[in-house]
Every structure is written in C-alpha cells, then in structure tokens.
Nanobody, 122 residues
C-alpha cells in the first residue's frame, strides 16, 4: 500500500522558488515511476516531472525544463520537486503520483496525494 502526502506549496512572486516534497509510505518500489502533476483551474492534469524509482530516468516537461528538477530520496522515502524562476503560469495544484509505467498520462498512475497549492503572482 502506497500513501503519498505533498507539502511545500505556497504563494510566491514571479522569479521565486519553492520546494515541493512528497512523503511516501508503503513500498514505493512496487511502482516504477513517481510523477509530479499539475492541474490549474479549468485545465486537465498534466505531468511536469517524472523519475523512475531507481533514479535512472527522468522526464521534465518542456515548459519547466531548466527551472524544475526532480529527485527521489530513497533513504527518507521523499520525492522532491525543486522549482525555481517561478512564473504565474506555474500556478496550479501539484500532485505527487506513483505508477507502474514511465508515463506522462495521469491514468497510468495508481496512487496520488491530496495535492499542494502553488500560487505565483506577478
């Protein structure tokens, strides 16, 4: 059983930084992929950053490439998203998700947390 709880969201101005964390319980290595997904009001949920649970493969969505980095700390069972140079378009709920496929599709993920809100103002 995998349980995911996100934290670290908040309100920042354009250019600011936030670090999102996802505390994982259960056997996360039963999943192949951990993903950070964002969902803005009126928009579909989409992947922004993925990492294999072995840490050998990552994917960063084009709009955040060079600004966001993803990592997985297996010792503390924590999935991290470091966000820098934040823009208003990054404003969304951010969800930590776990799945058995290395995929950008939300439907390929089996578990997800309640989300954490990121708001970036001009």
């Amino acid at each position: 059983q995998v349980r995911l709880v996100e934290s670290g969201g908040g309100s920042v101005q354009t250019g600011g930084s936030l670090r999102l964390s996802c505390v994982c319980s259960g056997y996360i290595y039963s999943s192949y992929c951990m993903g950070w997904f964002q969902q803005a009001p009126g928009k579909e949920r989409k992947a922004v950053a993925l990492i294999s649970t072995g840490g050998m493969h990552t994917h960063i969505e084009n709009s955040v490439a060079g600004r966001f980095t993803v990592s997985l700390d297996s010792a503390s069972a924590t999935f991290l998203l470091q966000m820098t140079h934040l823009k208003p378009e990054d404003s969304a709920m951010y969800f930590c998700e776990a799945g058995r496929r290395f995929s950008i599709r939300p439907e390929d993920f089996n578990y997800w947390g309640p989300g954490t809100q990121v708001t970036v103002s001009s």
